[in-house]
């Protein structure tokens, strides 16, 4: 099973760089992401399987099909063969395929990670978190600081995409854009009006059910957002702007960090470290369990507000395109 899906992911890829139809192209790097979901599976990632699922498979074929909206959906013919770009990359691919044979064997027991880390975290964790899932102790908790750091990263990027593309204007009913929405699609709307609801629920039963099954702040915010992109997509740009404000968006995800932040700062005038949740509260595994609670909350704000404001960067530059033409 595993070398069957290694076999088709390569295949993908070698098709994604050689076509030149870009829609086309998106079709299969949403293929890649579920083929990639479904390695992870094999492999007994599950969490990481979740995240690439939401996103290889569902946002990231999203944002790409509203980035082709303004670059067109063919990719220019190349009249120069850069010779010396393919020389340095054949010898950085070589350099890794040789640096991968001083690597352990996949999966050994001597493997370094296996004998340190890992296995500190397997038997102290039931312990020092007391909860199901490992994945989120680990995260949540034992690499809180490196977790920050990857919101702030998200809400970064987010930031960085509304400085280029953003314009903060509604898409008016009369456009394009809106018009297409108004009157195509009409089965895709009746069937989304049910599962938009179902959706919702089920990004916020991932968020809340992380800490005893896979699941947590990142992966609940990208299907939230999947859901307000999907009534975007369907009912028009501008009406799904009127339900969920640009300017909410953008506050919220910066309140998803500051909450993350918020829990450090309260273990720190508690007497403890920063983000040593055992400082919360008199019973320290209580403690812990608000905490993870209380930070992964906040990454579900900050990831799905941040999600929901790179696609309205993008279906507004479409929008604004379109009312120039």
Known sequence: MDIALLLLLAIT???IAWLRDLFAAVMLAGIYGL????????VDAVDVAFTEAAVGAGIFPLLMLAALALVGRNEQTAYRRPLISLLLVSITGAALVL???DMPAFG?????PHNHVAVRYIEESPKEIGIPNMVTSVLADYRSFDTLGEVVVVFTAAMGVLGLLFTGRAASPGSATERANMYDHRVLRVVSKMLIPLILLFALYVQFHGEYGPGGGFQAGV??????ILYAMLFGFGNAQRVVRPALL???AACGVLIYGSVGVVCLLSGGNFLDYSQLLPDPLVGRHVGILVIELGVGITVASAMILIFYAFA???VNSEEVA
């Open 13 to 15: 890829a070698l098709a």
């Open 223 to 228: 299907i939230f957002a999947a859901g307000i």
């Open 316 to 318: 507004s530059a479409t």
């Open 250 to 252: 953008q506050i919220l």
């Open 108 to 112: 050994s027991a001597d493997a370094p």
């Open 35 to 42: 083929l990639s979901a479904s390695f992870f599976v094999s």
């Open 99 to 101: 640096g991968t044979l």
